[in-house]
């Protein structure tokens, strides 16, 4: 059995990575984070052009079907590149839709997945867990910015009219907001339930990817790092204690990688969940390595090194929390005896 990209996969992934690295993306992550949200959409329809806002919408809604391993190669490059906005959150939209579609509802997929495949338009959506559906909803990723913003509550599929008070997260191009209650009931019934459920594994898979991304970047930025910068007329990376850090750094991305494409080939609950904990351990164990090579200077704004540095935890604990996906692991290869 042969587990390695194809070449097209590999020429996708690098030709995102070409036009990511040109495009300044630290400087539209910086504006993001500042209020102005126009580069970032400029490089959203960069990205469209290039096919991503396709790869989790059947073609029969203009996209280009439900390509999981693509879709993980393209969101590695995101992840390697910072690029801000509910990009995950637009895929979990889509795939909600499409499901919804497939199960006998295919309205609000009719309506709103073109916009989402050609890049016109851009999404966020929360699942409220039954616990919640009293109480309040969870936070959703970039209400403010997104065309549309959607929550499921229960068995309810609705498109909300607005969204409470912007909070910033540990990573400040990560805006927060609660939806607003009321608006438009697009879907209701079991599909709905059905649909969040497939809409939450590819979300799993989106983030795995851009944590995997995240921890790669700041690898490469502190190996640079250690080249340079000097101690006793010696590189630190020279030093035994700095090289091993790396080294352990390295092996914790690099056996977390064949766990990403693993779960992105079968998309069952139990490897999507092992490889979102190894790939979120993974960049923050990264993350945690390139401050302390770095001095703790990566913290500061001046370095573009903070942009992946504050990335990594909340990317850690969004769509399944370490210790959340760890259950689903257990609970999962326990029943099978694996």
């Known amino acids: 059995m042969t587990f390695l ?13 070409a036009m990511l690295t040109a495009a300044d993306t ?11 949200p126009g580069p970032g959409r400029a490089l959203w329809g960069r990205l469209a052009e290039a096919g991503v806002s396709a790869l989790a919408i059947p073609e029969e809604y203009e996209g280009l079907g439900l390509l999981p391993v693509e879709l993980a190669h393209a969101f590695v490059e995101l992840g390697r ?18 499901e919804l579609a497939r199960l006998g ?17 851009t999404a966020t ?3 409220a867990g039954v616990e919640t559906v009293r109480h309040t909803v969870p936070y959703a990723l970039d209400a403010d910015r997104a065309d549309t913003v959607l ?9 909300a009219p607005g969204h409470g008070p912007v909070r910033v997260s540990a990573d400040p191009a990560r805006r927060l907001a609660r939806p607003a209650p009321g608006g438009e009931l697009l879907a209701e019934g079991p599909a709905v339930t059905v649909a969040a459920g497939q809409a939450r594994r ?10 995997l991304g995240v921890g790669l970047a700041l690898l490469d930025r502190t190996v640079a790092y250690a080249r340079q910068r000097a101690q006793f007329g010696t590189p630190i990376g020279a030093f035994q204690a700095v090289k091993h850090r790396l080294a352990d750094t390295l092996l914790a991305l690099e056996f977390a990688r064949p766990l990403l494409f693993g779960a992105a080939v079968t998309m069952t609950p139990g490897d999507l969940a092992a490889a979102k904990v190894a790939t979120g351990e993974a960049g923050y164990a990264a993350a945690r390595t390139a401050l ?47």
């Open 105 to 121: 509802e295919p309205g609000p997929a009719k309506r709103l997945l073109p916009g989402l495949a050609s890049g016109e338009r």
């Open 26 to 36: 630290p400087a539209a992550v910086r504006a993001w984070a500042g209020g102005d």
């Open 292 to 338: 302390q090579i770095h001095g703790a200077v990566g913290y500061t704004e001046e370095l573009d090194l903070s942009l992946w540095l504050r990335k990594a935890r909340p990317l850690r604990n969004a769509w399944g929390d370490p210790a959340t996906c760890r259950a689903t692991v257990i609970g999962a290869y326990s029943r099978t005896g694996s």
């Open 151 to 159: 929550v499921v509550r229960g068995e309810e599929l609705w498109r």
């Open 202 to 211: 590819w979300a799993m898979l989106a983030t795995a990817a851009q944590s």
């Open 125 to 127: 959506l929360t699942i």
């Open 5 to 17: 990209p194809t070449d097209e996969q590999r020429a996708f992934a690098r030709s995102l990575d």
């Open 81 to 98: 590149h910072a690029v801000p906005g509910p990009a995950v959150e637009t895929v979990a939209t889509a795939v909600l839709l499409g």
